[in-house]
């Protein structure tokens, strides 16, 4: 607390990122990353911008990574905007489409981030809450008729829980007042993009990430899809914040990794297939897991604490997340499918646990 | 225009960063990047990062790289914050520092970002004239006993012209009841740095760059040195907006830049000598010139319009930025000081457009 600081500084409660630890032989399955590398495509543009030219400003529009975004999601380039990883798209979505005089709608139990940006940017939330079985009901939002927006994630975290895109588009032709955003962080790993709506819903922003499903966390990039109005309002935003958010190699990485569709294909598929075998194993010791359509899955074991499982894996040098609050998902663990070497890691490291 | 924008989009007048034109054989001396590579060090580091590993995310504190800037300035760790290139460093200290019940004062002629940051976060911007040789006045700003906060560029921008450290220490002296920042992106060139300051004074924020003097537009980062409890209120809003906003290259990157002082000398002492011989060349074809201590002049011909100029080098190839507002730097270009072979193909290219 300081006389120096803005008014506004003083209310935050900043979001809280997974921890980075940096301690060898440790199986990380905390933070969603992808357990396969960037494609070797990725590798090789990178290494193209280790040069003499970094001394030069990189492109303020993003304009090649733009157009290969472009390209990938079937839309174009003017329906493309950029950002500094997903959450630097969604905290200028935030104060630029969010802001109004109704509040902003977003589940009880979601990605945690989105009540920070409120309190930065001085948008209302409400929470609204998920049903009994942990799903999104798409009705209440339609029935909140002093709503001012919408955001939800697609899958839901930390749940992993997919939405149908027929339950998402009734919600756009319901309440075509409002902007709504659909944050596709997890959508690669087996729920039905939004983007293919983008033509007919003008109110329709869609947020997607290149750091799971594309294995480049550590690059920075992300990227919404939406009609060119919203589009402009976030370069807006952007261009009164920071001209050049992507430095030459984020720009060049990603270019690569998202005209990469092979390997996209090949790993992402690779992650669908070891978490079916971890939710068998897990079930199989006692687990209830959530349906996920996400590079992660959110368990519970019906005899023992989340909290307490998290420890005694943390113990054994395998690492997952647990969220306190809210209460209703202090049970579960959320745990990011790794290698098929390190989910059996895991589940041997359970067993002994359990036993 | 859009019933889906946040208010705050509909007024916003964005920053116009200066052309990034991808034409051969340009000289391009607009937009005040080194003419000087990074250092052979810093592209090792870099090409250390092309890995697997950047399937994970960056350390969200950045703790190497501050700790190699803590190093540099002679602070503590905690001292120093980072951010995606200076431009975010201060977007952050607009938003976290800056917005007070008393207007932010600034030169009338200065970083042309500062009002666009004032429309983004609805601080109330006031502009104080420079004086008639364009030199920043501190008694205006110690007299302005309104005043919830001062920012200005040392040396200012696009004038060059440095101020004292003295000056500087004047204003905190006598105003230790707001903060004060200085914008030092372009120090390194000639001006004396206010850190050495910021343990005597709680009050003041430092901000560097290391797309100037480190060589390194293309890789964005920038950081900022203060009393703790400033840093602390620049990390709540950084940890508010995105949590990784500096890539693995841009950590790796701008941490060997710092440590590589015999680098950092040689070429900041090059630019420097150039611009010695710019200035006299430019004088003696009937410029007058700013005394600059940055790596750019500011200069304008005694016949000759600055915007006629512009175009006539431009015509040749030769890229210099002009201002139009306000209407009295209209007859300046500020031209950024090249290499000593870039800087003499503009003086034959003068010569002959004066000719």
């Given at each position: 607390m300081s006389?120096?600081?803005?008014?506004?500084?003083?209310?935050l409660t900043p979001y809280v990122p997974g921890e980075q630890p940096r301690l060898p032989?440790?199986?990380?399955?905390?933070?969603?990353?992808?357990?396969?590398?960037?494609?070797?495509?990725?590798?090789?543009?990178?290494?193209?911008?280790?040069?003499?030219?970094?001394?030069?400003?990189?492109?303020p529009t993003s304009a090649a990574l733009r157009q290969?975004?472009?390209?990938?999601?079937?839309?174009?380039?003017?329906?493309?905007?950029?950002?500094?990883?997903?959450?630097?798209?969604?905290?200028?979505?935030?104060?630029?489409?969010?802001?109004?005089?109704?509040?902003?709608?977003?589940?009880d139990i979601t990605y945690s981030f989105?009540?920070?940006?409120?309190?930065?940017?001085?948008?209302?939330g409400r929470e609204v809450p998920l049903d009994e079985q942990f799903r999104i009901r798409i009705d209440d939002y339609i029935q909140a008729t002093d709503a001012g927006a919408v955001i939800f994630p697609n899958p839901n975290a930390p749940t992993g829980i997919p939405l149908p895109l027929s339950e998402i588009e009734r919600l756009l032709k319901a309440r075509p007042d409002m902007p709504v955003v659909v944050d596709e962080a997890y959508v690669d790993f087996g729920a039905e993009s939004a983007i293919k709506l983008v033509p007919h819903y003008p109110n329709l922003l869609v947020v997607h990430t290149l750091s799971k499903s594309r294995s480049l966390a550590g690059?920075?990039?992300?990227?919404?899809?939406?009609?060119v109005a919203l589009i402009e309002a976030l370069n807006r935003v952007k261009?009164?914040?920071?001209s050049y958010p992507l430095d030459r190699f984020a720009q060049a990485g990603a270019a690569a990794a998202m005209a990469d569709t092979a390997y996209f294909e090949h790993t992402r598929q690779a992650v669908i297939r070891t978490r079916e075998h971890l939710v068998a194993g897990l079930n199989a010791m006692g687990f209830e897991v959530l349906p996920s359509a996400a590079n992660f899955v959110f368990a519970r074991?019906?005899?023992?604490?989340?909290?307490?499982?998290?420890?005694?894996l943390r113990a054994r040098s395998?690492?997952?997340r647990h969220f306190k609050n809210p209460a209703r998902i202090a049970p579960f663990m959320r745990i990011t499918i790794g290698t098929d070497e390190q989910c059996q890691a895991l589940l041997d490291a359970l067993k002994e646990i359990l036993a």
């Open positions: 006389q120096y600081w803005s008014a506004v500084v003083h209310g032989n440790l199986i990380k399955l905390n933070t969603n990353e992808n357990p396969y590398g960037p494609s070797p495509k990725v590798l090789e543009a990178l290494r193209e911008q280790v040069a003499d030219s970094l001394k030069l400003y990189p492109d290969a975004i472009a390209q990938a999601c079937g839309v174009t380039v003017a329906q493309v905007f950029v950002g500094n990883g997903s959450d630097e798209v969604l905290a200028h979505t935030f104060q630029a489409l969010l802001n109004h005089e109704g509040p902003l709608l977003y589940p989105y009540p920070v940006y409120c309190g930065l940017y001085g948008v209302t690059l920075r990039a992300g990227y919404a899809i939406g009609n261009d009164s914040f920071n074991h019906t005899q023992r604490d989340g909290a307490d499982l998290t420890a005694a395998i690492i997952v």
